[in-house]
């Protein structure tokens, strides 16, 4: 049976071929929009000199670097991750690197570092992928110090939305991309998550990723995978599948192609 990509980032070391992962992470970081989402994420930490800095599910350690560089010498910052594959490229690429970074394999689930060590916590595209979200989210506020920020980006995979005519079909085989990741409506439920965890001036912004590329959206949203997925588990006809990947790739070859996901990137202080 057809397995949907995505899920991969769940267990990424599990998978058949941990380097996908590891290149989709790079190609996506190439993409112009995605530069712009990253910076807009980084200016909202307001990040200071000497800040210590805990990066939960840093993947290949793109992001600590850059952080890295903003709070000096006198800083930290603390990437972590599951995945052995994601925490050896992460520290590959940075050991030449004058940097106060450090990257350590661990499970979001139990942070081991003790209370109150760091001023900002942060995890982008993480926790759809946990088992135990709130778990998780528990865990970086622990180890937050008294002011920090927790600030936690996630893609709403109910706001996958692709312009194809026939909307039932379209909704099955989306709600397929959806319900298979194991927390995929956790970004609209993170701002009643931080209030109910106490923390203080929540902010919320919504950010768009659209993609005008059958073959991109495919890639990045599991669209083929899904109607595969449909088709296989009796959710869709075989014809019904193959007519709506037929109608997709002839839209994005007429450039007539629109696909689109929003996330969340709530953000809070621990009082
Ligand atoms: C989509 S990637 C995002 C990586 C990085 N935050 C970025 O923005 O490029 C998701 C990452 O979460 C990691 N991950 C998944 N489950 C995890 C867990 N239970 N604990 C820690 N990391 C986890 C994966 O190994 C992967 O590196």
């Given at each position: 049976m057809e397995k949907l990509g995505l899920l991969g980032f769940s267990e990424v070391d599990r998978t058949k071929d941990p380097t996908y992962y590891v290149n989709y992470l790079d190609n996506l970081n190439e993409s112009e929009w995605?530069?712009?989402?990253?910076?807009?994420?980084f200016?909202?930490?307001?990040?200071?000199?000497?800040?210590?800095?805990?990066?939960?599910?840093?993947g290949v350690g793109k992001d600590a670097q850059v952080l890295a560089k903003k709070v000096g010498k006198s800083g930290r910052v603390v990437g972590i991750d599951s995945s052995e594959t994601m925490?050896?490229?992460?520290?590959?690429?940075?050991?030449?690197?004058?940097?106060?970074?450090?990257?350590?394999?661990?499970?979001?689930?139990?942070?081991?570092?003790?209370?109150n060590s760091f001023d900002v916590c942060r995890a982008d595209r993480v926790l759809i992928y946990l088992a135990e979200p709130l778990k998780a989210i528990t865990e970086m506020v622990?180890?937050?110090?008294s002011g920090a920020r927790i600030d936690i980006s996630e893609p709403?995979?109910?706001?996958?939305?692709?312009?194809?005519?026939?909307?039932e079909l379209t909704r099955k085989i989306l709600n397929v991309s959806c319900d298979n990741i194991p927390n995929g409506w956790l970004a609209h439920q993170?701002?009643?998550?931080?209030?109910?965890?106490?923390?203080?001036?929540i902010t919320v912004n919504p950010e768009t990723y659209?993609?005008?590329?059958?073959?991109?959206?495919?890639?990045?949203?599991?669209l083929t995978k899904s109607a595969k997925y449909a088709q296989e588990n009796?959710?869709?006809?075989?014809?019904?599948?193959?007519?709506?990947?037929?109608?997709?790739?002839?839209?994005?070859y007429a450039g007539r192609f629109f696909s689109a996901i929003t996330g969340f990137c709530v953000c809070g202080h621990k009082p």
């Open positions: 995605f530069q712009g989402y990253k910076d807009r994420g200016a909202r930490l307001k990040i200071q000199e000497s800040n210590h800095i805990l990066d939960v599910g840093c925490i050896a490229e992460a520290r590959q690429r940075t050991k030449n690197l004058d940097l106060p970074l450090e990257f350590y394999l661990s499970d979001a689930h139990i942070i081991d570092f003790p209370d622990r180890v937050a110090r709403d995979m109910a706001t996958l939305v692709v312009d194809m005519p026939n909307r993170l701002p009643t998550i931080f209030k109910d965890l106490g923390l203080k001036n659209i993609v005008k590329d059958f073959n991109m959206a495919s890639h990045s949203f599991d009796g959710i869709v006809l075989a014809e019904e599948a193959e007519e709506w990947l037929a109608y997709l790739e002839e839209a994005s």
